[in-house]
Structures are given as structure tokens and as C-alpha cells.
């Protein structure tokens, strides 16, 4: 029962509080909300942790909240608010409801599933549960090392207070169904933001958020879906939105970069696109550059005073790779990339409707578009330098860490159909409602 | 018997996975179906791309669905294991080792695999689950036996059915 208590505290005080983050309509509030709460809990406890504060996995978040929930009101970003509900679009989101149903239904029968789930998130997460912060042996013994020490806390952190919460850590069916409504926050934001601009940009959302690959990794305990609902979240508003209300884009980013490295790659690479095809929003972007940098701040200084290496960069440093075989990589790397985003059953279905979309529509969301195609190429990078085995790394990560800058690609394609893309001088502030069966989307 | 189990398994994962792709072709169908009206090829593209995804999420869910139950049956609350693969050590094996562990005590494992690391499934599992109790193979104070017998200067303290625990 204390779990389950604990359980619904994590939801709902977090979404209350996330939702002054924004004013509009209920659903996409909620969605939003819901996801700004859970970064502000888990900043409030990461900085806790890392000060030392006492009961730092309650204290903490308790704390973040309360500074959000002040904050809240003076950076609200008005969403706007929702055409009225179509038929067809009914049917879309009941299904999507009955799709996250049946997740939290399977959730609430589940251990944290998969391998690095609870070898590396939920471990952290109770250590940070049992010491309170991030000095224990599981953060600076060697014999820990397989859990990756400097990988970012958001995850671990706001896992740790549900486990302090509910007083144990013997139950990982709470962790799941937090990981279920992390996912629905990102999904009722994502739709929320994707009606207002008609059915096909609904459709292509849709079609990322229910591929059967990033539902499996829904309920496995991993930490790439909710890495990448935030930045998908915190992308489309710092695109699409008010540039003058970039508070909560720049906060969804940073949770972004604090969940996942590659999530602190993704969100400076979405900041620096932005920035670069929307001059508009320059100076968005740089708050939100700033705020994700500050955010990681305390993290990286933790790592760094703590000698806490990450094993891509010590392989790297103890034997340097060299140009050549780098050269050699790069076309196996790229080829295994492109087999996994083109190959049907995972991916290929979502790369080719989006590309036909972009090419039929024009891709008028460039910004987003390049910064998909640049995460696709950081893991190429990534596998072409990396220091582990090749074979063994590519097959136990591609599948996952493809997932955010696909979500960045149907970002971007549904972007650029319906209306309320603010031209490249222009200011559109909150995206206008399409109307409710727009005949030539794209135009 | 073991091929025939194995077939058995085969052609039951085989209906699993039908029925969850018709249940889900169907759902998709019902869905999409007033959208197929539209001339619009961003919303054709868009139709094809969801109707694809929801019907492969179908046979998804039915083997997550499978797994779940697997884990149910087998009493894992906290941890999981890969698909295909028996738990390390049992859960009477776990509490047993978890009562004899003391305060700031190590332990170390031994699988048919090998002696800690060697087995990493074994290791980093059994570290989740031990966990504030940290894995100590140089020097460990309690030992875990999963499936090998004991050496003899080993003192077994606890005794399963599946292994044991020596200090």
C-alpha cells in the first residue's frame, strides 16, 4: 500500500506542480506539466544528493517543487488551446489510451525488465535511495563499474525517491509504472501539440510514440524513452512555441541532457539547429543552451572531482584510435545505422512515411531535421571511435539510442504539414487551431 | 521430449504472435479506416507509418504480455532477465544469502559459469539484489554457491535446493 501511496505522490504532486508551468488547454498542461514536475524533482534531488542534504531523496525533490511552483507563474508558456475533437482523432488517442493502459497493466506485474534497466538506472536509484546522495560505494567502487557511474542522474534520482518513498526497495513495479506515465506525459503533450496542426502531423507522432520498439522500451526499465520524450517535448517548444516563453523548453532540454550523455549531445544539438535555422529564436535557444549547460553543471563537477570516468573516454585517452582505422569505421558504422532506421519492422516505417512527408511537404521545421540527422551521425561517430568491442557495442545499444533523433525526424515532418509554422523572420506565438478537417495540409 | 517441448514452444510463440498482429490489425483497421477518404499524401503517409506501427505492436505486446507472466511465475519482483534465460539463482537461494549477510559484510558467487565477473549475469544481478551489500571477490565473507557443489574447506552455513551459502 505505501508503495502504491508513494507511487501516486510522484505523479501527481510533480504534474501539479509542472502544470503552472503552462496555461492553455488541460490535456497538453498535463502533458507538459507532468514532465516539467519530474525534472524538477529530479534536479531538487540530484542537487541535494550531491550537497549533501539531509533525507536528500525527499528533501530534495520537495524542495525543487517548491522552487518550480514559485517559478512556475512568472515563465508560463500559454499552449493554447485545442481545436475541437474529431472523430478520427477520437479513435486515434483511444486507442493510444488503451495502448498505455495495457502498459500499466503489464507495469504493474513487472520487475525493472531489462538488463541495464536495473543493472545501471534502478541500482543507482537505490543506492541514492539507501545514502542519500551519490558518494556511496556504488558511485566510486570499482566493483560496481559495470553501472557506469558518470552516466547522469535525472532517472536515478527521481527513481530514489519513489523508492524512499515506499520504504523499500524490494518492489520494481513502482519504477514501471512511473516509467508508463513518463511516456503518457510525453504522448499527451506530443499529440496535444501535434492536433493543433492537423491529422497527418497527429498520425506521424502517433506513429513514433506506439512503434512497438519504443513501447518495449517503455517497460524495461531503461532510460532512452524518457531521455528522448524529453527532448522531443522540449524541442517542439522551443521550435514551434512563443520565443519569448522559452523557460519551459529550456527546462525539458536540460532534463533531457541530465538523463542521458547522448541526451546532453541531442539537446545541444536541437539548441545549436535552432538556433542557427530560426533567427528568430536565437535568443531562446541560448537561454536554453544556458540553462541545460547549468543543469549538467553540478553533475559534471561531481564526475570530474570524483575521478569518475567514463569508459568510452578512458579507452579513448589510455589508447588514442587512430585516423586511419577511424576512416576504416566510419562506412560500417554509418551502414549499421542506416540498416537499423530503415529496417521495416523497427523503424522503416516511420523513415520512409516521414520522408515522404518532407519531401512532399517541404521541410519547413529545418532546424529539427538537422538536428535528427546530426544525432543519427553523433552514434555513427560514436561507434566509428569507440574503444569497446565494435560488434558488441553497436548490437547491444543501435536499437535504443536511435530512438530520440528518429522522434526529432517525425518531429520535424509533422512540423512541417498543417499551420502555425512561424516563418523564418516572422514570430508566430501560440499555433493557431487548423481547421477541423483541413483538406490541404502542407499548403 | 526435449525437442518436442521445443516445438511445442515454437508453434506456441508462433500463435502468440498471430493472434496479437490480428488483434492489432484489426484495432489499426478500425482506426485508420475513416482516414483512408483522404487524397492528402502527408496524411496517407502518416496512415501507413501508424497502421504499420500498430500492428506490429500487437505481437510486441503479446511477448511482453508472455514475459510478464514468465516473471510472475517466477517470483521476480525486482530484477529481471533476458528473454530465454533462467534467473542466476533462485529466490529461496537470494533469501537465503540476504539473511546471512551482515551488516558491511561482501559477498562473492559461483554459477556453473564461473567465479563472479566470469558470470556477469550472475554477478550484476545478484549485486542488484543484495544491494547495500557490495560484491567482495578478493576477500568475500559470505559465499554464493548457485548450482556448484561447495568446495570442501568450504562452512556452508545455509543449504537449498539449488545451491548454497559457505562463509
Avoid at chain 1, 541514492?128 to 535525472?154: E, I, K, N
Avoid at chain 1, 579507452?315 to 542506416?338: E, K, N, S, W, Y
Avoid at chain 2, 505492436?57 to 529481471?80: K, N, Q, W, Y
Amino acid at each position: 500500500l505505501r508503495a502504491a501511496v508513494a507511487l501516486v505522490i510522484t505523479v501527481v504532486v510533480p504534474t501539479m506542480v509542472g502544470m503552472r508551468w503552462f496555461g492553455g488547454d488541460a490535456v497538453t498542461r498535463l502533458g507538459f506539466g507532468g514532465l516539467v514536475g519530474i525534472v524538477l524533482a529530479g534536479v531538487g534531488a540530484m542537487i541535494a544528493g550531491l550537497l549533501g542534504v539531509p533525507a536528500a531523496p525527499i528533501s530534495g525533490p520537495i524542495a525543487g517543487l517548491v522552487i518550480g511552483g514559485l517559478i512556475g507563474p512568472r515563465v508560463r508558456l500559454d499552449v493554447g488551446r485545442l481545436p475541437p475533437l474529431a472523430d478520427e482523432h477520437r479513435r486515434l488517442l483511444l486507442l493510444v489510451l488503451v495502448i498505455g493502459v495495457a502498459l500499466a497493466l503489464l507495469a504493474l506485474a513487472r520487475p525493472v525488465a531489462g538488463w541495464d534497466g536495473w543493472a545501471i538506472w534502478s541500482l543507482k536509484a537505490k543506492a541514492f535511495a539507501a545514502t542519500g546522495g551519490f558518494a556511496g560505494p556504488v558511485f566510486t567502487d570499482p566493483v560496481y563499474a559495470y553501472a557506469h557511474a558518470d552516466y547522469p542522474p535525472l532517472l536515478s534520482a527521481v527513481q530514489g525517491a519513489l523508492y524512499r518513498l515506499a520504504g523499500s526497495t524490494d518492489a520494481g513495479w513502482p519504477l514501471q509504472v512511473h516509467l508508463v506515465w513518463w511516456w503518457a506525459c510525453g504522448v499527451l503533450a506530443l499529440t496535444g501539440f501535434a492536433r493543433r496542426r492537423g491529422t497527418a502531423a497527429l498520425l506521424l507522432l502517433l506513429s513514433w510514440a506506439v512503434a512497438p520498439h519504443l513501447v518495449r522500451q517503455v517497460i524495461s526499465g531503461y532510460a532512452d524513452v524518457p531521455m528522448a520524450m524529453l527532448l522531443l517535448c522540449g524541442a517542439a517548444l522551443l521550435s514551434q512555441m512563443s520565443p519569448a516563453r522559452w523557460a519551459p523548453a529550456a527546462l525539458l532540454l536540460a532534463g533531457a541532457g541530465l538523463t542521458k550523455n547522448e541526451g546532453l549531445l541531442l539537446a545541444l544539438a536541437v539548441v545549436a539547429a535552432v538556433a542557427v535555422w530560426h533567427p528568430e529564436r536565437r535568443r531562446a535557444a541560448a537561454g536554453a543552451a544556458a540553462a541545460t549547460v547549468v543543469v549538467f553543471a553540478p553533475w559534471a563537477a561531481f564526475v570530474w572531482l570524483g575521478e569518475i570516468s567514463n569508459d568510452v573516454v578512458a579507452g579513448l585517452t589510455a589508447q588514442p584510435p587512430v585516423a586511419l582505422d577511424i576512416l576504416a569505421r566510419l562506412p560500417v558504422a554509418f551502414a549499421a545505422v542506416l540498416r537499423e532506421v530503415v529496417w521495416a519492422p523497427r523503424w522503416g516505417f516511420l523513415v520512409l512515411a516521414c520522408s515522404i512527408v518532407l519531401v512532399w511537404a517541404g521541410a519547413r521545421a529545418r532546424g529539427l531535421l538537422v538536428a535528427a540527422l546530426a544525432g543519427l551521425m553523433l552514434f555513427v561517430a560514436i561507434y566509428a571511435i569507440t574503444p569497446r568491442d565494435f560488434d558488441w557495442h553497436v548490437e547491444g545499444s543501435i536499437d535504443r539510442v536511435v530512438t530520440a533523433p528518429l522522434g526529432l525526424l517525425a518531429l520535424a515532418a509533422a512540423c512541417s504539414v498543417g499551420r502555425g509554422l512561424p516563418s523564418r523572420t516572422g514570430s508566430t506565438a501560440v499555433p493557431s487551431p487548423p481547421p477541423a478537417r483541413e483538406g490541404s495540409v502542407g499548403t | 521430449v526435449g525437442a518436442r517441448a521445443s516445438a511445442i514452444g515454437i508453434v506456441g510463440r508462433m500463435t502468440l504472435l498471430l493472434v496479437g498482429g490480428l488483434v492489432a490489425g484489426i484495432a489499426a483497421a478500425l482506426v485508420v479506416r475513416p482516414l483512408w477518404e483522404r487524397r492528402d499524401r502527408t496524411v496517407l503517409a502518416g496512415i501507413v507509418a501508424t497502421t504499420a506501427a500498430i500492428v506490429l505492436l500487437g505481437p510486441t505486446l503479446a511477448i511482453e504480455v508472455s514475459e510478464t507472466l514468465r516473471f510472475v511465475r517466477l517470483e521476480l519482483a525486482d530484477a529481471g532477465v533476458p528473454r530465454n534465460v533462467d534467473p542466476p539463482l533462485s529466490e529461496q537461494l537470494v533469501d537465503a544469502v540476504r539473511q546471512e549477510l551482515a551488516a558491511g559484510e561482501r559477498w562473492a558467487v559461483v554459477t556453473p559459469t564461473g567465479y563472479c565477473q566470469e558470470d556477469e549475469l550472475a554477478y550484476q544481478w545478484l549485486a542488484f539484489r543484495l544491494h547495500p551489500a557490495p560484491p567482495g571477490c578478493a576477500a568475500p565473507d559470505v559465499t554464493v554457491y548457485a548450482g556448484v557443489r561447495p568446495p570442501g574447506d568450504a562452512v556452508v552455513v545455509r543449504q537449498v535446493t539449488d545451491g548454497a551459502v559457505a562463509r
